[in-house]
């Protein structure tokens, strides 16, 4: 059974960073896709980035495109997501996703393993 632990979150002023983490278990995840969506109360779940594990091609939403950065240690299976210049509009829970679906998948009912979240709130 896979399962995704994500780290990192926190409380930010606007322009600061975060680097939130997802440590992955349970299988070996070079033919997997993993992602990040964010959701805030009363929206749907959004995507943000999208990383695929051996070719290391990303994708980014482009509200994030420029200031979110995606990368992978392998030693570890944990892959990361960078946050520079936050602002207010990035609060939100960060939910780590995986998909063996293949790489460009944006959906969320293209996952079908995600974490438990961690919350990033950026103040103005």
């Known amino acids: 059974q896979v399962q995704l632990v994500e780290s990192g979150g926190g409380l930010v002023q606007a322009g600061g960073s975060l680097r939130l983490s997802c440590a992955a278990s349970?299988?070996?995840?070079?033919?997997?896709?993993m992602a990040w969506f964010r959701q805030v109360p009363g929206k749907e779940r959004e995507f943000v980035a999208t990383?695929?594990?051996?070719?290391?091609?990303?994708y980014y939403a482009d509200s994030v495109k420029g200031r979110f950065t995606l990368s992978r240690d392998v030693a570890k299976n944990t892959v990361y997501l960078q946050m520079n210049s936050l602002k207010p509009d990035d609060t939100a829970v960060y939910y780590c996703?995986?998909?063996?679906?293949?790489?460009?998948?944006?959906?969320?009912?293209?996952?079908?393993?995600w974490g438990q979240g961690t919350q990033v709130t950026v103040s103005s």
């Open positions: 996703a995986a998909t063996v679906r293949g790489y460009g998948v944006t959906r969320t009912t293209d996952f079908e393993f």
């Open positions: 349970g299988r070996t995840f070079s033919s997997y896709v």
């Open positions: 990383l695929s594990w051996r070719s290391l091609r990303t």
